[in-house]
């Protein structure tokens, strides 16, 4: 994980860390390639680990257990609606 390594491939970016955190320690700063990272003030932090538990890369989505949902729905405007029911 990227907190323990400081490895970049193990960080997407997607500031899901940042937003989750309940004291609010953690920003992203840009990199000199200009790619965000989350920086932790661990003076603020309080190790609820809450911003490992969020993280995509250190818990990938396990999408082979779950049956696919699919919902449709079909955009009339309010004149063409009467015409339809």
């Excluded at 390594?5 to 193990?10: E, I, L, S, V, Y």
């Excluded at 932790?40 to 932090?45: F, L, M, N, S, T």
């Excluded at 890369?57 to 004149?79: G, H, K, Q, R």
Aim: hydrophobic share 30%; proline share 7%.
């Amino acid at each position: 994980m990227y907190f323990q390594t400081k490895d970049k491939r193990t960080c997407c970016g997607c500031t899901a860390c940042e937003h989750v955190c309940p004291q609010r320690c953690i920003s992203m700063q840009t990199d000199e390639e200009g790619f965000a990272y989350p920086v932790i003030d661990k003076a603020a932090c309080i190790n609820c680990h809450a911003c490992e538990r969020v993280c995509p890369i250190a818990n990938p989505a396990d999408l082979t257990d779950s049956e696919p949902e699919s919902f449709a729905a079909i955009p009339w405007c309010v004149a063409c609606a009467d015409q339809h029911r």
